[in-house]
């Protein structure tokens, strides 16, 4: 099996920077586990790390895609395998560094995602429900694969939804795949004193915007019509200042709105990495704590 180090964790507690250090110390090179540093335009409210933090060590699925052009897991996954296969080949080691659980373990573990074709009207009717109704449809159609959804997942719930229209439940493919590991992977997960990552969290957003997330996003709004439906426009960072745009809220709140969404989205972030994948957690705050990952890794690389 070709080994693959992994580091998770929530948003805000430091996973870029121990990228480096690993990839420094073992010849490492990073795939961004990250859904939304994919696109170019988008680097202040991505948190995407800037060109002289990367010291020279490669990095692949960052700056990849315009905003408008699709990317989910499936594509991830095609992608992250793919470049895991060539750095092996150069005899590097493969190095996933994101907080993106899904897209992660799908490609870490045997997931496999079948191609369908797109009921378009059917796509429509979904587009036009709310998320509660999303979420009612599902739990009428297929419970189960509510069990794996969070009720505001718009784009998985409408691809579950689709997926059961088109006679192939997700819960039932969910039960035929037996999800085993394809590499030989040691994942790193970081943790920290709550309280203390929220404060972090809102010092980051703040610290956006006074890089200028707010021009980043006024920019953007004016390249494209119809951009609060794109992809790109349904991670944290963004969506938040539709509201803004269409007359409805302040900056502060739309600010204030970011924040509260990154502290719940690094909650869920922690339940999830606890309960999916095999990670072997270190408290940041531990003056030791770099020391005994690097020796983790050192003897799991043998």
């Not at 997926?163 to 493919?173: N, Q, R, V």
């Not at 409805?248 to 600010?255: F, K, L, P, Q």
Request: aromatic letters at 10%.
């Amino acid at each position: 099996m070709e080994k693959v180090l992994v580091i998770v964790g929530p948003t805000g507690v430091g996973k870029t920077s121990l990228s480096i250090e690993l990839a420094k110390a073992y010849s490492g090179e990073i795939i961004s586990g990250d859904s939304m540093q994919v696109y170019r335009e988008m680097s202040i409210g991505t948190a995407k790390i800037k060109e002289s933090e990367k010291q020279a060590i490669p990095h692949y699925l960052v700056d990849e895609f315009h905003f408008d052009e699709e990317y989910n897991v499936k594509i991830f996954q095609e992608r992250s395998r793919k470049y895991i296969k060539e750095i092996c080949e150069r005899k590097h080691l493969p190095i996933i560094c994101g907080g993106t659980g899904l897209y992660i373990k799908s490609t870490l573990y045997d997931y496999e995602f079948l191609d369908q074709e797109e009921d378009l009207s059917f796509l429509h009717f979904l587009q036009a429900r709310s998320n509660d109704e999303l979420w009612c449809l599902l739990k009428t159609v297929d419970p189960k694969a509510c069990d794996n959804l969070h009720p505001n997942n718009r784009q998985r719930l409408i691809r579950a939804l689709s997926m059961a229209h088109a006679g192939k439940k997700k819960s039932s493919i969910i039960e035929t795949q037996q999800h085993q590991p394809i590499y030989d992977a040691y994942i790193i997960g970081l943790t920290m004193d709550r309280e203390r990552l929220y404060e972090r969290i809102n010092q980051r957003v703040d610290m956006m915007m006074e890089e200028g997330l707010y021009e980043e996003i006024q920019d953007l709004v004016r390249k494209r019509e119809h951009i609060w439906e794109l992809q790109s426009f349904q991670g944290i960072g963004y969506k938040e200042w539709k509201e803004h745009f269409i007359g409805n809220a302040g900056i502060e709140e739309c600010v204030e709105q970011i924040k509260k969404n990154s502290r719940n989205f690094a909650k869920r972030q922690y339940t999830w990495f606890k309960n999916q994948m095999q990670v072997h957690w270190y408290d940041v705050e531990d003056q030791n704590a770099v020391e005994a990952i690097l020796q983790d890794v050192k003897e799991w690389l043998g």
